[in-house]
């Protein structure tokens, strides 16, 4: 055709358009996690009030029901609809991971500031210690903690909280050691600010930036450990739904072909979080202009 | 009197910066401390400010030998000297305001009633406007934040200024500025100044006496580069 000739050619436009694309990537997934997260917020908080269903109501006769109109989602191996389960362990999965969070950020924050504002012998034993920690698995000391207690929302997250403030710690300790040198702060010793007058009106406002992210991206990592101890039979007790439990519980009938139990947890498990921590990822970007310019080189 | 000597300092073990140093300031009187970049004067004035402990030698001020620095030195010495740094975008924190960053030190021993007062005061006499006093370090150019480091510095009414390279920054016209704003001070508290600088004209219009690098540290390395 004659009038092709006049339009650029693929090169030039990809060339053109090259920062574009990349930004509407971005964007792109900064409104996608936006919208699920608020999809997710919105049904753990509004539909359980609402429908007013028993999400534990047991018909034998329905039981392993594939996915139908009556029941988007199907029906589990006593009958119970899993769209209802999905909602309400999705709801107990999202509150452990962010009540455990936001204890995790608190204790790691405090211990971090206070090992990196303290400085010489101070540091080096709290330091150490977190090393210590770090050099156990996770899950294992999770579990070890779990086990103490009797199951139930409680111990999971003090179990996640404990196991997961040592990143945040080390995060906020290196924040405040690169503050500490700043000459604003001998300014305030000079000043005749206090030590703790120095942490609390200098520091900590200096690093919560990276503490706040640091909570929302552990968010994500707080629920997989829920699931992940529920999983295991060693978090909440398994006729409470959630997401670990219900994935537990379909492992049967997964062998038996019957896929629907497994799949749908799965992925209110998998989206939430991958969008919870798209979200974080986007802020990180925001807050951190420079890390974004190196990322794209 | 802040007398410093044979200080030895440095950041690391065995690398000193300053060797065996010797410094007097007389109540009153101004002395510039002329020497070239990275030659440890700023480290000096660090150890002079009592915000850097030196590995050896001893510092007297007023009498009293200092036996402790920065949290470790009593709060009553530490006030007795205000700091201006050379850059003052480092050396004021991004989240207060220049109204806040000025009434800070009185904030932090317990004065908090003189702070409007003092503020008002303190912001007529560096040349600081009201709508100003409201904006953060960022809001702001150099030369205005500069002169709120310096009203930062007064406001405690220290009776040791310790300058290092305060003026390094800035155009003619505001280093000029802040020069009568600490003149001014001194003429009527009688405070002492050290000042630490590399322009030898500055310096010498400036203070009562000069003194150059090699004079206050005759042991020192060659200046690399």
Redesign the interface.
């Known amino acids: 055709m004659a009038d092709t000739t006049a339009r650029p050619s693929p090169e030039q436009v990809r060339w053109r358009t090259h920062g574009r694309t990349r930004r509407s990537t971005r964007t792109l997934r900064m409104r996608t996690s936006a919208v699920i997260v608020t999809l997710v917020v919105l049904a753990v908080l509004v539909v359980p009030p609402l429908v007013n269903l028993d999400e534990q109501a047991v018909d034998l006769a329905l039981k392993l029901q594939p996915p139908s109109p009556a029941h988007p989602f199907g029906t589990d191996d006593v009958g119970r609809d899993l769209l209802l389960r999905c909602v309400y362990g999705l709801r107990v999965s999202l509150l452990v991971g962010l009540v455990a969070a936001l204890v995790a950020t608190v204790i790691g924050t405090a211990v971090g500031a206070a090992a990196a504002a303290f400085g010489g012998w101070v540091d080096r034993i709290v330091m150490r210690l977190v090393d210590t920690f770090s050099s156990v698995p996770h899950l294992l000391l999770g579990i070890f903690i779990v086990a103490m207690f009797r199951p139930g929302v409680w111990p999971v997250i003090v179990s996640v909280a404990l196991t997961h403030w040592l990143s945040t710690a080390r995060i906020v300790r290196s924040e405040v050691l690169s503050l500490r040198s ?3 702060i ?10 703790l ?1 120095v942490i609390v ?2 520091l900590l ?2 690093v919560m930036p990276q503490a706040a992210l640091a909570a929302v991206l552990m968010v994500p990592h707080a629920m997989w450990h829920e699931s992940a101890l529920s999983f295991l039979g060693l978090g909440l007790p398994s006729h409470q739904a959630s997401l670990g439990n219900l994935i537990q519980t379909a492992r049967s009938s997964l062998l038996a072909g019957d896929w629907w139990p497994t799949l749908f947890p799965g992925l209110f498990l998998i989206i939430p979080t991958l969008a919870i921590a798209g979200l974080a990822g986007a802020w990180r970007e925001r807050i951190n202009p420079r890390r974004r310019s190196e990322l794209m080189l | 009197m802040l007398e410093l000597a044979a200080v030895t300092a440095g950041y690391e073990r065995g690398r000193p910066v300053v060797r065996d140093a010797h410094l007097t300031v007389h109540p009153g009187e101004s002395v510039g401390l002329l020497g070239p970049s990275g030659c440890g004067k700023s480290t000096l004035a ?1 150890v002079a ?3 850097h402990r030196p590995d050896a030698g001893t510092v007297t001020l007023d009498g009293t030998r200092v036996q402790g620095w ?2 470790r030195a009593p ?1 009553a010495q ?2 007795a ?3 201006v ?1 050379q ?1 003052p975008r ?6 207060l305001r220049l109204r806040d960053l000025i009434g ?2 009185l904030r ?2 317990g004065r908090r009633d003189e702070v409007p007062s003092r503020v008002a005061e303190l912001s007529a006499t560096v040349g600081l406007g009201d709508d100003l006093l409201g904006r953060r370090p960022h809001e702001v150019s150099d030369g205005q934040l500069q002169r709120a ?1 310096l009203a ?2 007064l ?2 009414r220290p009776r040791w200024l310790v300058c290092d390279e305060m003026t390094a920054m800035l155009d003619a016209s505001t280093t000029a500025a802040l020069v009568a704003v600490v003149e001014e001070y001194r003429s009527a508290h009688g405070a002492g100044l050290l000042t630490v600088g590399h322009d030898r004209v500055l310096l010498e219009r400036w203070c009562d006496r000069t003194v150059r690098w090699d004079e206050v540290a005759p042991g020192a390395a060659p200046v690399q580069g």
């Open positions: 700043r000459p604003y001998d300014a305030a010793v000079s000043g005749g600010a206090s030590r007058r009106r200098h406002p200096g | 660090r400010a009592l915000l920065r949290h709060r530490r006030t000297i205000g700091v740094f850059q480092l050396s004021a924190d991004p989240r800070e030190p932090a021993t480091c930062r510095a406001v405690l």
